[in-house]
């Protein structure tokens, strides 16, 4: 039984976790210089919108699930959207009931969100299967892999539900910071083992069992205060064959080799969302939105660019023989993947790029602020 200290100290925890994003948040925009006009560019490749949709505006850390030639979309007021990625035709739409913190995760078949209210609702094919309070507030899309749902807290616990019914099966508390961060973390599926992230740390964790196997540190947090020192893992992670590569919180970059459990190698580096990742570099975006790559292997710098400095860029796609960027006006930049160089910009919807662009085959997906689909093609 829970005790009322212990239940005081987790809602403030909780509370202090939100009052953290919101500073952070607002240090960002009221601080960010005045972006420089962008230069012209003379398009060096091909590439068009191929079709678009709309959902209610995305004001939550949304990730889109790709399964099987399928795009999973969520929209704030609990909307959920399973699109075909080919063409934009609608497969299925169910709702939550209420407004999401959270989502999506898909296997395919069955399709997971988060509420604000902290509860787990699960989708088989846009019909409600079952719901399951949390008792933690969520910020990480669920994990749907292996028969089960996956779900990690703000405040790092680890829980696993039954797929079909939604019977809990284990979960795993750490100990923990007094303070967390209320952003998409790391929770992907590694073979036959669970990577999560556990502040600055990544661990491998038994998905039978909840079982910790190993655990290494991405991050080191250092700062005058707790705020400084934040250095949670931010989600989602980049998977180069046994690589899982991530961003810890304004602190670094850096690659797991998640078979061994064993650090690749880090960088010392700013920044706030998550990094992609390719056979040859990984590419993220520091504070100021200098957009670095490393090499994939080593973590040496390959090239580095600021021409997009204070766009509010997002996390980044490496697709193809570019790496590409979406910024909060709504543009999307495609750059050459091996000099940074621009090769494409095409417009949105004028609001900002909120989700990892996200693709299946050739086609590219990018969700704005306002709830636009916009799907592009070469």
């Known amino acids: 039984m829970?005790?009322?200290?212990?239940?005081?100290?987790?809602?403030?925890?909780?509370?202090?976790?939100?009052?953290?994003a919101l500073v952070v948040a607002g240090c960002a925009s009221s601080s960010r210089p005045k972006p420089q006009p962008l230069e012209p560019l003379t398009p060096k490749i091909g590439g068009s919108v191929a079709w678009s949709q709309r959902i209610e505006g995305v004001k939550f850390p949304l990730e889109v699930a790709v399964t099987k030639g399928v795009f999973t979309v969520a929209g704030d007021d609990g909307t959920v959207l399973a699109l075909d990625a080919q063409t934009?035709?609608?497969?299925?739409?169910?709702?939550?009931?209420?407004?999401?913190?959270?989502?999506?995760?898909?296997?395919?078949?069955?399709?997971?969100?988060?509420?604000?209210?902290?509860?787990?609702?699960?989708?088989?094919?846009?019909?409600?299967?079952?719901?399951?309070?949390?008792?933690?507030?969520?910020?990480?899309?669920?994990?749907?892999?292996?028969?089960?749902?996956?779900?990690?807290?703000?405040?790092?616990?680890?829980?696993?539900?039954?797929?079909?019914?939604?019977?809990?099966?284990?979960?795993?508390?750490r100990p923990g910071d007094p303070l967390t961060l209320a952003q998409?973390?790391?929770?992907?599926?590694?073979k036959n083992t669970l990577i999560v992230g556990?502040?600055?740390?990544?661990?491998?964790?038994?998905p039978l069992r909840g079982s910790v196997r190993w655990e290494v540190a991405v991050g080191s947090p250092r700062g005058a205060n707790e705020i400084e020192r934040l250095a949670d893992l931010v989600g989602p992670a980049a998977r180069v064959g046994d690589l899982i590569c991530a961003r810890s919180f304004q602190a670094s970059v850096g690659c797991v080799d998640a078979e061994r459990g064993a650090v690749v190698w880090t960088k010392n580096v700013g920044g706030i969302e998550a990094v992609a990742a390719d056979d040859r570099y990984v590419y993220g975006a520091d504070a100021s939105d200098r957009i670095t790559a490393w090499k994939t292997q080593t973590g040496e710098m390959?090239?580095?660019?600021?021409?997009?400095?204070?766009?509010?860029l997002s996390a980044p796609l490496s697709i193809g023989k570019t790496v590409v960027f979406g910024d909060s006006d709504g543009t999307v930049h495609w750059l050459a993947r091996d000099t940074g160089a621009a090769q494409l910009r095409l417009p949105t919807d004028g609001s900002a790029v909120v989700a990892k662009p996200v693709a299946s085959g050739s086609t590219m997906l990018v969700v704005t602020r306002n709830g636009g689909l916009f799907a592009f093609r070469p």
Not at 2 to 19: E, F, G, K, W, Y
Not at 198 to 206: H, L
Not at 302 to 312: E, N, V
């Open 302 to 312: 390959a090239w580095t660019s600021d021409k997009l400095q204070y766009r509010g």
């Open 198 to 206: 556990q502040g600055p740390r990544m661990a491998g964790v038994d």
């Open 184 to 190: 998409s973390g790391v929770l992907a599926p590694f």
């Open 88 to 173: 934009g035709r609608e497969i299925w739409r169910g709702n939550a009931g209420a407004k999401l913190s959270a989502g999506v995760g898909s296997d395919g078949r069955y399709a997971a969100v988060v509420t604000r209210d902290g509860e787990l609702v699960v989708f088989d094919q846009g019909t409600v299967k079952w719901r399951k309070p949390l008792g933690t507030r969520v910020a990480t899309a669920p994990l749907v892999a292996g028969e089960r749902v996956f779900v990690l807290g703000v405040d790092r616990m680890v829980q696993a539900f039954d797929e079909v019914d939604g019977r809990k099966l284990w979960s795993l508390q």
């Open 2 to 20: 829970t005790s009322p200290i212990s239940a005081v100290r987790r809602s403030m925890r909780l509370v202090v976790t939100l009052a953290v």
